[in-house]
């Protein structure tokens, strides 16, 4: 008999409405979830376990966000770890420059329903 493993997630979101709905509909995805609210916390979790997937709302690390985005973008993890990077539209431009290059994808939250941010964390999952 076959054993299928679970697919990781991390979601770093500070709305808590709008992660447990990522974090439930993911889970109905056969995903193991963790659900976040702060950077500082996704540092020590991202540092500690491995995830297929991680879905980061940037705004959550202030103007730090895009920093520590890039040095996990770039890190050890880059190559087994996908990554989706929700933003608000007017960082939209700026971050889609840096991630086309870093192989990462972005997403307007305002202009993507859940639904489609799970699909599209499903599409991408190692």
Do not use: Y
């Not at 979101?13 to 993911?26: G, H, I, V």
């Not at 940037?58 to 890190?75: D, M, P, R, Y």
Request: hydrophobic letters at 45%.
């Amino acid at each position: 008999m076959e054993t299928t493993v679970a697919k990781r997630a991390l979601i770093i979101e500070d709305d808590a409405f709008f992660r447990e709905l990522l974090a439930r509909n993911l889970s109905r995805h056969n995903f193991l979830v963790t659900a976040l609210e702060s950077g500082p916390e996704a540092e020590r979790t991202l540092a500690e376990e491995h995830f297929s997937v991680v879905c980061f709302d940037i705004v959550v690390s202030g103007s730090e966000g895009l920093k520590k985005v890039s040095e996990f973008a770039t890190g050890s993890k880059k190559d087994t770890t996908a990554l989706l990077l929700l933003v608000d539209k007017g960082l939209f431009a700026e971050v889609r420059s840096w991630a086309e290059g870093a192989g990462v994808l972005v997403l307007v939250k305002q202009d993507s329903s859940p639904d489609e941010i799970v699909a599209t964390l499903v599409a991408i999952a190692q």
